[in-house]
């Protein structure tokens, strides 16, 4: 089997070469110093934050929406749509006020009632919502600008929480059910969602907000005045990673989210292209198991896979060059505060099949189909997931492969279902590093069961140690908690990891002002060069 396109991109990079594409001539305008084209990771499909955590949502939301704090470079909480606020002597009711000039994009004014509703149903289902909730007695608005959060106890990390993917929409919009998507796209954000350009499939645009008053402060990470320097941006879909390349190369798309370890070479050899990382964590790939449903709601078959899994052979697929990759142990990333090596005996280079065979079978597993998700549009997650397959298979798991894009994927990993009523197995992705340093806010580290992100792993014991950390003031008490909670993650067996690597994005040298951040790629502040 053919896995890594290491073998043909040598011999194909000549022909795409001399082979420009002109597929996007087709789809747009000439592009301009005032529009810039972009090619994401994926293809977006799900457009409510609340419901996914797919990051090509999250960089739709930060885009359209806008947010009561936002991280600044530092990964502090920032002030963005509050103007002023202050907190109680008692440290238990926090008071907000908006700043001025906020609007939504159908001309309507950004009242308090819209902030009450956007927490409320955001604390339904995200981690840090969840935590916040859970300490609120009473979140009401006072008047039109003006709201309260009443907590039952000091909460300190109450601006942190609120800085994490918190999206304000409107409170009409924010009035359904996390469970149900919101699709009308109107938000108070520095950039409108064009729906008469959008073109699923093909191609979203997104234009400069002219009505949008930026904060006075300069941009800072997530935060401060967040200025649009271009007038329109498009997502341009292109799932083949040689044709994107090519388009790169030729001017007709500004920049390649993802582009394969196997292209660095060639884009550094471009005098027009660049190289750029705006994660410097990286990113942890991982895959989860459906711990709902057989055979992976045996536990013995979780620790199975944590026992198999190579890191080494995986690493190899996702970055040939080890300067731009590392093995993980940590539940909580790669050299993070509260990394550490507790309960980390399951590693072992090169992985150890016979102790994954020896776990197979105390768990009586009996052949059950297990059904990988295999996003055929994101090139390292279809390479991982046939390393993954074919380990499996070495050691007697019936291991098969539903390819589709990485949008049926997003919404096919929610199925809660046995695999014969459309639900799942394993589905592999990544997170930056950094975020696996935040148990409170990060949704892959809970384990809450049902309640939880894809694959549901539930541990009381694991859950319990994280209410804690909200409250844990010191480093080195957090670290001790941490300990705690690796312990109980890797007996739990939910989340696999598969290594850490440092992507770059590829870039036109004519684009500049890119902000790097974990995860998130906002659009404001870059710029483009007249050619």
Not at 9 to 32: E, F, H, N, R, Y
Request: charged content about 20%; overall charge neutral; aromatic content about 8%.
């Amino acid at each position: 089997m053919t896995i890594s396109r290491r073998g043909f991109v040598k011999a194909g990079m000549a022909a795409a070469a001399l082979s420009i594409p002109s597929i996007l001539q087709a789809q747009t305008a000439p592009a301009d110093s005032r529009t810039v084209h972009m090619v994401k990771s994926s293809s977006l499909s799900i457009f409510d934050p609340v419901v996914t955590t797919t990051n090509m949502t999250m960089d739709h939301a930060l885009a359209i929406y806008d947010t009561l704090f936002s991280l600044d470079s530092k990964l502090m909480p920032q002030p963005q749509m509050v103007g002023n606020w202050g907190l109680s002597d008692d440290k238990k009711t926090y008071t907000f006020e908006l700043r001025d000039g906020l609007s939504w994009h159908d001309g309507t004014p950004v009242t308090a009632a819209d902030c009450v509703a956007s927490i409320r149903r955001w604390g339904q289902v995200k981690s840090a919502g969840q935590l916040l909730m859970a300490r609120a007695s009473d979140i009401s608005k006072n008047d039109e600008k003006t709201f309260t959060i009443v907590l039952k106890e000091p909460l300190g990390l109450l601006p942190t929480l609120l800085a994490q993917s918190l999206y304000v929409m409107r409170d009409k919009d924010a009035a359904r059910p996390a469970t149900e998507a919101v699709n009308a796209n109107i938000g108070s954000g520095p950039f409108t969602f064009n729906q008469a350009l959008a073109k699923p499939g093909t191609s979203f645009a997104y234009d400069r907000n002219e009505k949008y008053v930026p904060r006075s402060e300069p941009p800072d990470g997530l935060s401060g005045g967040k200025i649009v320097k271009v007038d329109r941006v498009i997502w341009d879909i292109i799932s083949d990673q040689q044709t994107a390349l090519a388009a790169l190369q030729a001017g007709e798309i500004d920049y390649l989210e993802a582009p394969p370890a196997d292209f660095y070479p060639v884009i550094d050899r471009d005098p027009s292209l660049a190289l750029q990382v705006l994660d410097a964590s990286g990113q942890v790939y991982f895959l989860r198991m459906n711990c709902l449903q057989r055979p992976f709601d045996n536990v013995k078959v979780r620790q199975a896979v944590l026992h198999l899994v190579n890191q080494e052979a995986f690493l190899s697929v996702l970055s040939p060059d080890p300067k731009y990759r590392s093995t993980v142990t940590s539940f909580f990333g790669d050299g993070n505060p509260i990394s550490n090596d507790e309960n980390t005996g399951w590693y072992k280079k090169g992985g150890d099949p016979e102790k994954a065979k020896q776990l197979l079978k105390e768990a009586g597993y009996g052949g059950e189909k297990v059904v990988i998700l295999q996003p055929t549009d994101w090139a390292e997650g279809s390479d991982t997931s046939q390393v993954l397959a074919a380990e499996l298979r070495k050691i007697g798991v019936n291991a098969e492969l539903a390819s589709m894009d990485w949008g049926t994927l997003a919404t096919r990993r929610a199925n809660k279902g046995p695999i014969n009523e459309g639900g799942w197995s394993i589905f592999i992705t990544n997170e930056s590093n950094s975020s696996r340093g935040d148990p409170t806010v990060t949704e892959s580290l809970s384990a809450s069961g049902e309640t939880g992100w894809y694959g549901w792993p539930n541990s009381d014991e694991y859950e319990a140690l994280r209410a804690k950390w909200a409250d844990v003031q010191t480093i080195e008490a957090r670290k001790a908690l941490a300990r705690k909670m690796q312990q109980v993650a890797w007996d739990l067996a939910g989340t696999v990891l598969l290594g850490r690597v440092v992507s770059p994005i590829a870039r036109r040298k004519t684009l500049t002002g890119l902000i790097g951040m974990p995860e998130l790629v906002p659009m404001w502040n870059m710029q483009k060069a007249e050619i």
